[in-house]
């Protein structure tokens, strides 16, 4: 059984892929020029499906999904995070970094790529903070 401050950090958890999924799916239907969120809508959903909504805290600007094992809202300097940004209709770049250094860079065509599930494992390896 879980005690009362993992409890807290799995709600959290959930609450920002509640919270994210909502956000883009408002950008999906009620706006125009947002077809590429389909693809984070859809990642979100897969991941869940895997059970990640209870290992990772998801984050969002507009054109960004951000993925981090922070246990709160906001990633300090010293954070390691996924950051997946689209490049237009060309696809999408991830990035696995902190607030200084980049680890990872790649340009992909679609977000069911090896080199995205990978830096994803790579990040479930790392300690929540």
Do not use: P
């Amino acid at each position: 059984m879980a005690d009362n401050r993992t409890e807290e950090i799995l709600n959290g958890f959930q609450i920002s892929w509640n919270e994210t999924e909502a956000f883009y799916l408002d950008l999906y239907e009620n706006y125009k020029g947002f077809g590429f969120v389909e693809h984070f809508l859809e990642l979100i959903k897969g991941l869940k499906q895997n059970g990640k909504s209870k290992l990772f805290r998801l984050g969002t600007s507009v054109h960004s999904l951000i993925i981090s094992r922070s246990v709160d809202f906001g990633l300090r300097m010293d954070q390691k995070y996924i950051v997946i940004e689209s490049i237009g209709e060309t696809g999408f770049e991830v990035v696995l970094r902190d607030g200084e250094k980049i680890y990872r860079e790649y340009r992909i065509s679609n977000l069911k790529n090896r080199k995205l599930k990978q830096l994803i494992k790579t990040l479930e390896d790392t300690l929540i903070d």
